[in-house]
C-alpha cells in the first residue's frame, strides 16, 4: 500500500476536530434532512466536500479530486462511518 503524501498544514488533534465539527455543522444546514444517511469526506483543507451512498465511494471520490488532503469521513447526520463491536 502506497504512503499517502499529505499537503500542509499538518493539524494537531485538537485543529482537526474543531475544524471538522465547524464544517459538517455547516454543510448539515444545506443537506440535512435529504442527504442524512449518506456518508461525507470533507477535505480539511479547503472545507470542500464528496457525497456518497457508501463510505467506500466518498473516500474515492475524496482520494480522486484531492489525492494528498487530509479529510474527516463521517455520515452527514453527523453518525459514525463504521461501528466496531466486540467479539
Known amino acids: 500500500m502506497e504512503k499517502l503524501k499529505l499537503k500542509e498544514p499538518r493539524l494537531s488533534r485538537a485543529e482537526f476536530d474543531l475544524r471538522a465539527s465547524q464544517y459538517l455543522a455547516e454543510l448539515q444546514k444545506t443537506l440535512m434532512p435529504e442527504h442524512a444517511a449518506e456518508f461525507v469526506a470533507i477535505n480539511m483543507v479547503t472545507g ?26 463521517c455520515r452527514v447526520n453527523g453518525g459514525p462511518a463504521y461501528k466496531f463491536h466486540g467479539m
Open 48 to 73: 470542500d466536500h464528496v457525497l456518497g451512498k457508501t463510505a467506500h465511494e466518498a473516500v474515492m471520490q475524496h482520494r480522486s479530486r484531492w489525492p494528498d488532503h487530509l479529510f474527516f469521513l
